[in-house]
């Protein structure tokens, strides 16, 4: 069982270019997450499903995209990568009342 | 103003002293959530309160939901302890179940 996985754990891109940061969890969750966290800011909510086939925007989801196909994966598009999406992007699953868990993260610089 | 404010934003003790980090959050936020987020590495949950206190090994998290305020305390902190903490607010309405996050406070525990 391993939780949520993400993939890559490190990326450097150059502006202009498009990644596909990758999660996936064995927990069977309806509730997925994806966060960017910047020094000294808070977590702040990127895209979020409710459900396979469900998606909606957070608080900063200028930027990027999301799919959700399958209970399982959930991956986060950026398009024409910006010096101002560098960052650290969490993936979590949750329940209402309930703890979140949280990838290990993928820490993306764009120069 | 945001919907969860923490305090201190840093904080320095000594190994064994008694530690407490303050979380104040907004009307309309259901339960409180702290995490543990050691240097560069994973954010994990410690607990998730709706009402009364929780206790885990040494660390202790208490609610006041008329006051609208949470403490995580540390008791015989250890060096280990050092990391950020995080509170985080769970706001629940219909299907949708989202967290808004605090800044974090950076304990250091020095030996």
């Known amino acids: 069982n391993a939780g949520v996985t993400q993939t890559p754990k490190f990326r450097i891109l150059k502006i202009g270019q498009s990644m596909t940061l990758q999660c996936a969890q064995d927990m069977n969750h309806n509730y997925m997450y994806w966060y960017r966290q910047d020094p000294g800011m808070g977590l702040k909510l990127i895209y979020y499903?409710?459900?396979?086939?469900?998606?909606d925007k957070g608080e900063v989801p200028n930027g990027y995209n999301v799919s959700r196909s399958t209970t399982e994966d959930f991956p986060l598009r950026l398009e024409l990568a910006a010096p101002s999406q560098t960052s650290v992007y969490f993936c979590a699953i949750g329940a209402s009342y309930s703890e979140q868990y949280f990838g290990p993260g993928t820490r993306l610089t764009v120069t | 103003k945001n919907e969860v404010e923490q305090s201190p934003q840093n904080l320095t003790a000594q190994e064994g002293e008694f530690i407490t980090i303050n979380c104040s959050y907004s009307v309309g936020i259901s339960a409180l959530h702290w995490l543990q987020q050691h240097p560069g590495g994973g954010i994990v949950s410690l607990f998730m309160l709706s009402s009364g206190k929780k206790k885990h090994g040494r660390l202790i998290a208490t609610i006041n939901i008329q006051e609208k305020h949470s403490s995580l305390h540390i008791t015989a902190s250890h060096p280990r302890d050092s990391a950020v903490y995080i509170c985080a607010g769970e706001r629940s309405g219909g299907s949708n179940y989202k967290l808004t996050f605090g800044k974090g406070t950076l304990l250091t525990v020095n030996p």
């Open positions: 499903s409710v459900g396979a086939g469900i998606t």
